[in-house]
């Protein structure tokens, strides 16, 4: 702010020699200052008249790609209740025209109306009771905006690294919200709309699985900021400790499903166990490698994609 008010101070005095005082200028002036600038001109003092700058009108624009580093940093466990709201959040992304997928322009700017995810039954004991109060019931998909400047949106919501979302979406769908997939043959599966089997359950950018989000579609399909709200919310959840189903599921040898652990919480977003699998065949474990390898090479950078 300091820095700002210096660049601007040689602007704020000039000398008005010939030029006359515009009215504007003297309706906020007391009698008493009026007086002494009119015997300062009878005496032939010269006047210097102190004004206050307009602030000036910043026009921030660019298509710029997002660094290689990303713009967030992973909150930690135990954050979630300080978290930004969405207007917060939305307050938090950095602004570019740059969009590699122009196909989803309809989807970027698609908000859901009233988007409420079902709750799960707390007696049940399959996930923490906070996770419907912090993840469930702050899904909203309320944002419009690039590709990019929704990852963003979503990471700053949920206190995640937005370069591992890049590298999710990768995985997914390539960052084509259009995509869908987990196709199934029984007709009775069909969600509304579908009349002819195989139907998709899983839809958008992160590959969200319909059945596993009641409540979700069809946002889920038509809006990109709901779906990556979705998958925002559950890495959060789950790597606060809540998805307690988790602890039954996955290979023992890597130890049981505990906070702290996100890219488990990648893997476990593909197969729904914890580290399960070898890297080298179809598992939770081989879609985390290939996620951190996307992660690292960051294909988001090169140009044409």
Known sequence: MSEGRNALAPKALERRPSRPLHLKRL????????????????????????????????????????????????????????????????????????ENRPGNTVSNHTVPAHLQLRPTVVRLRAYDPKWNRYVLARVSGNYKGTTDEIIQWAAAKWGL???????????????????????????????AGYVQAPCPLSFGIAGVRSNSWEGSFPAIRDSTAANLDVLGGWLRGCYEGWVWWLKDHGNASRGQYSSGDLWGCVGAWYSGDWHDGAAWRPGGEDYIQRAKQWYATKPWLRPGY
């Not at 997914?172 to 997939?181: M, N, T, V, Y």
């Open 161 to 191: 690294p937005d370069e591992t979302l890049r590298a999710v979406a990768v995985m997914e769908s390539d960052w084509h919200q259009d995509k869908d997939g987990d196709f199934v043959a029984d007709r009775g599966r069909c969600l």
């Open 27 to 98: 309706l906020g002036w007391s009698v008493h200052h009026l007086l002494l600038l009119v015997l300062a001109v009878l005496a032939g003092w010269t006047v210097y008249v102190v004004t206050t700058p307009e602030p000036p009108q910043v026009t921030v624009s660019g298509a710029w790609r997002p660094p290689p580093g990303g713009y967030r940093q992973l909150e930690p466990v135990g954050s979630y209740a300080r978290l930004p709201d969405d207007a917060t959040a939305a307050a938090m992304v950095h602004r570019s025209s740059w």
